[in-house]
């Protein structure tokens, strides 16, 4: 099983290489973290086409619209997409699977992809407006007209028809059309680098919640130890009272950590389902379709942060797909700027026609001696100036609203580069501490289970009291779901971490 999609390829430069994070030494995971979330050639939904091909408009380490078109033509895609929407029953899924399934299953998927497609058709859209418009015409008519002569009038009445062509071309506009071209490019580039994105968002959600899953079984297991820790010392409790080395409030009180400790056991268990529907609709089935999911319990985590925050920073601000699509956006408002400032200046263009006329059965009155009928070829041509000089201030007005959108852009383009900054030391910040607090948690679980086995021994040979042990009992269960927790924080900051920098690095 691959990452990358059926029918598409990796820019040139990019083929051998997927997508990583280096700044993050994540051994193992390494693998599951940067190739889940840097999706730039993910999986479009299947049996998808488009007809565009603009290939300056692509960001980088993307799927450009020729390569995909190109790759479309030479391999066929699969057969249904229900085919893709069914987990395959027996294949175990890792967190890579999982992200490979919900980018061809999920609706926000291909909801993205359409608004692209979308996108692209508007780049011809536009584009249409340099070439000529060739208009087929025909129409007939029964006519009466009346001329005033001396004392009297002419009326003459009969049958019409023409049948022809009219040509209409724009042949100089003072940038209109190039700059409505570019924009729809820059929103094409827009729409691409907000797919990318998506994508990205799609296997973070993913990713949080496949953690989550798997911290929720590693608690049912832990829960289970409790459980049967919390049995075999209300069974020592109970041997020792029938020899009359305990008291029955001893035995209560383990029959009550007993209880308590079924209790989580089984509220442990219902929030697994609670958690497994969330992952469910995350991937975009549905819950009651089987997944066999892949133990990552045993697998290395993160240990260090390899690179300074503001080296990540710095990655981020060049490549970060959310950041593109706003510059592309800022772009095409300029473009809209230049295309309201042309309007001042005036159009230039050649319209035509050529036809067959036809008239027939026609009378006078006074009459004449003959009816008369004409069936000719007829045509005209003409070169057209038009420069519109007062509209009432609308063009002025358009002008300064473009301006105006263009600056609220450029904010939100700051505003952005400032959240994503945020983001990344928060992230930064949060991985580094959940690095620290895996040291601590693994140190505090081994001390409780050291603390456990040795007053359980003592309790045994009576040294310690029932109170002392399942004090003890109660820290290793406590140090337990440290553990697990502090496991899947790691994991969920380590994968913050990478979606908040744009899940790619300029070194990869």
């Known amino acids: 099983m691959t990452l990358f999609p059926r029918n598409a390829q990796l820019a ?118 340099w070439y000529p418009a060739l208009t087929a015409l025909a ?80 608690k049912v297991n832990a829960a289970q130890q409790t459980f049967a820790a919390a049995e075999t010392n209300a069974a020592a409790v109970r041997a020792k009272l029938q020899r009359g080395f305990a008291t029955r409030p001893d035995l209560l009180l383990a029959i009550q950590e007993q209880a308590k400790a079924n209790y989580d056991l089984q509220d442990t268990r219902g929030s697994v389902t609670q958690i497994r529907a969330e992952l469910a609709a995350n991937i975009g089935t549905s819950p009651s379709q089987t997944l066999q999911l892949v133990d990552l319990s045993q697998v290395a985590l993160p240990d260090k942060l390899a690179a300074s925050v503001e080296n990540i920073v710095d990655d981020a601000l060049a490549q970060h797909p959310e950041l593109m699509a706003r510059l592309a956006e800022l772009r095409a408002r300029e473009a809209e700027v230049k295309k309201a400032r042309a309007e001042f200046w005036p159009k230039l263009s050649v319209k035509g026609n050529v036809g067959n006329q036809y008239w027939g059965d026609v009378h006078t009155r006074p009459a004449s001696r003959q009816n008369y009928a004409s069936d000719d070829l007829v045509g005209s041509a003409m070169l057209n100036l038009e420069w519109k000089l007062f509209d009432g201030f609308e063009r002025n007005s358009a002008v300064r609203e473009a301006e105006a959108k263009q600056q609220a852009s450029q904010a939100e383009v700051e505003a952005l580069r400032l959240a994503i900054m945020r983001d990344i030391w928060q992230a930064y910040a949060d991985t580094k501490t959940a690095l620290e607090k895996r040291e601590f948690a693994l140190a505090l679980l081994r001390a409780a289970e050291e603390s456990f086995a040795a007053t359980q021994e003592s309790y045994n040979h009576g040294f310690s009291t029932v109170i002392e042990l399942l004090s003890a009992q109660k820290d290793l269960a406590r140090a337990r779901y440290t553990e697990i927790d502090s496991r899947a924080g790691l994991l969920k900051s380590a994968t913050a971490l990478v979606y908040a920098a744009g899940g790619r690095n300029s070194d990869e």
């Not at 005033?148 to 009445?157: D, G, M, R, W």
């Not at 929103?187 to 899953?213: G, W």
């Open 139 to 218: 129409f007939g008519q029964y006519f009466k007209t009346s001329i005033p002569i001396p004392e009297s009038a002419l009326v003459s009445h009969g049958y019409g028809s023409f049948a022809g062509l009219e040509l209409a071309w724009t042949l100089f506009d003072f940038g209109r059309r190039e700059a409505l071209v570019d924009a729809s490019l820059q929103r094409l580039e827009a729409a691409q680098s907000a797919l990318t994105r998506k994508h990205q968002q799609i296997a973070y959600r993913v990713a949080t919640s496949f953690f989550t899953y798997q911290a929720a079984l590693a």
């Open 12 to 129: 040139p430069d990019r083929r051998l290489n997927p997508p990583r994070a280096p700044w993050l030494k994540l051994n193992p995971v390494r693998a599951v973290l940067a190739l889940a979330l840097p999706l730039a050639a993910c999986t479009p939904p299947s049996q998808l086409r488009t007809e565009v091909a603009p290939a300056a408009a692509a960001p980088p380490r993307s799927v450009t619209w020729s390569e995909y078109r190109m790759a479309n033509a030479a391999t066929p895609g699969p057969t249904t997409d229900s085919e893709a929407a069914t987990p395959k029953p027996g294949q175990s899924y890792d967190l890579p699977a999982l992200v490979d399934l919900a980018l061809q299953t999920h609706p926000e998927t291909r909801q993205s992809w359409e608004e692209a497609k979308a996108a692209a058709a508007r780049v011809d859209k536009q584009r249409s407006a």
